[in-house]
């Protein structure tokens, strides 16, 4: 992303500091709302601290968040040529996420707002992604369809303004990224799957192997993902020779396909065309009931690139503009919560109690009062 230089010129002011910390990232940016744009950012990803568990495990996340918050603030805060007098706010990510994770963020933002005479901002982490569109050139205006597609969440929304969010579907069961990161798992790929999936999707046949696409007919813009990762855990198992236990006996464990088997990119591209085929289909179904014409794509799994590609063909065969933020917007980052913090300035408060909020549904959010 692109960074104001500041070389040589005075400190910048009025800047919002953005925390986010509800993972496996740590991200701090700063946001100009004079400018609408993203000053510094900096970025620490505990992929390579958690990868050899398989996941991400919250004590580790909730160290790590402490030894690089503060850097990554100074980091920023240096690239900008700014101090703690350039900032008006610090916002942060109040949820949702893993709850000690979470509460480090908390505690860093209450803690430097304390210190500098700031209020605080109580971003929600899935409203910076979905909001994180409008960062991008050419953005997309209000009102518009979102799809939100990360680790945790796959929801559709009507989005008519900050805080304007009408639930449209959801997944009843696991959500994409989790379909992608469970599959992942069963083809022998390291944590974080999903971008490994894709990546040895692209050497292999979509078609090969029958992968369901439950409540792809089901009328409503509901999904589910659940059944996918049984029907890939078969797969796998047919292809391993290992018999299901016979019922009443002591469950053997899930084998894991070999990184040598000729058949691991086939599965791979199936099972990613089952996740992207039920994606698109609800998206467009989506534009359809609401009569809009533009959709924004957020969250991690927006960095697919054949959910890019099938649902840009598919939305412009209805008249329909499909908005991606930036790749580097798509996963968790500092830009998306300082952007919302410059959003909702209006409810900054000098409230330095450290709360987090590990479960908070998107559409109890209520609308902004300001915007920038
Ligand atoms: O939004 P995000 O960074 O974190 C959450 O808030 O959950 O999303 C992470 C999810 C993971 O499940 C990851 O496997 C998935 O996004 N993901 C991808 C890709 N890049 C990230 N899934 C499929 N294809 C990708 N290229
Ligand atoms: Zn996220």
Same mark, same amino acid.
């Given at each position: ?15 919002v ?20 744009r993203?000053?510094?950012?900096a ?24 030894r690089?918050?503060?850097r ?12 703690a ?21 908390a505690?860093l ?36 369809? #979102?799809?939100?597609?990360?680790? $945790?969440?796959? &929801?559709?929304?009507?989005?008519? /303004? +900050? %805080?304007?969010?009408?639930? =449209? ?5 696991d ?7 469970k ?18 999707a ?27 990762k049984?029907?890939v ?23 894991v ?10 599965l791979?591209?199936s ?13 467009? #179904?989506?534009l359809?009931?609401? $009569?809009?014409? &533009?959709?924004?794509?957020?969250g /991690? +799994? %927006?960095?697919?690139?054949? =959910?890019?590609?099938?649902?840009t ?23 998306m ?14 409230d ?7 479960r ?13």
């Amino acid at each position: 992303m692109a960074e104001l230089s500041t070389q040589g010129g005075a400190a910048p002011r009025g800047l919002v500091l953005g925390i986010e910390s509800s993972c496996d990232e740590t991200g701090v940016a700063l946001f100009d709302p004079a400018s609408g744009r993203v000053v510094a950012e900096a970025l620490h990803s505990q992929i390579a601290l958690h990868a050899p568990y398989g996941g991400v495990v919250p004590e580790l996340a909730s160290r790590d968040h402490i030894r690089y918050g503060l850097r990554l603030t100074d980091e920023v805060l240096r690239r900008a040529g700014a101090t703690a007098h350039s900032v008006q706010a610090i916002a942060y990510t109040q949820g949702p996420g893993l709850a000690g994770a979470l509460l480090v963020g908390a505690q860093l933002a209450a803690s430097l707002a304390f210190a500098w005479g700031k209020p605080v901002i109580a971003v929600h982490h899935m409203e910076g992604h979905l909001l994180s569109p409008l960062l991008a050139d050419p953005a997309p205006k209000f009102p518009f369809v #979102a799809l939100l597609v990360s680790g $945790g969440h796959t &929801q559709l929304m009507r989005v008519d /303004g +900050v %805080g304007h969010y009408e639930l =449209l579907g959801d997944t009843i069961d696991d959500a994409a990224g989790e379909a992608f990161d469970k599959s992942a798992k069963l083809l022998g790929l390291a944590y974080p799957g999903g971008p490994l999936l894709a990546k040895l999707a692209e050497s292999g046949d979509a078609t090969a192997f029958a992968i369901p696409r439950p409540l792809l007919h089901s009328g409503d813009l509901n999904f589910s993902f659940a059944g996918l990762k049984t029907a890939v855990a078969n797969e796998v198992r047919r292809l391993t020779g290992t018999e299901l236990p016979a019922r009443g006996a002591v469950s053997a464990p899930q084998p894991v396909l070999p990184d040598t088997h000729p058949r691991r990119a086939d599965l791979a591209a199936s099972v990613q065309a089952a996740i992207v085929e039920s994606l698109v289909s609800k998206s467009i #179904a989506a534009l359809k009931q609401t $009569g809009l014409r &533009q959709i924004v794509v957020a969250g /991690g +799994v %927006g960095a697919n690139a054949r =959910l890019r590609e099938a649902l840009t063909a598919g939305a412009a065969r209805g008249g329909a503009r499909v908005f991606y933020p930036p790749v580097a917007l798509c996963t968790d980052n500092g830009a998306m919560i300082a952007h919302i913090g410059a959003l909702r300035l209006a409810e900054a408060r000098c409230d330095y109690a450290v709360n987090a909020r590990p479960r908070w549904p998107l559409t109890e959010l209520a609308a902004a009062t300001s915007a920038f």
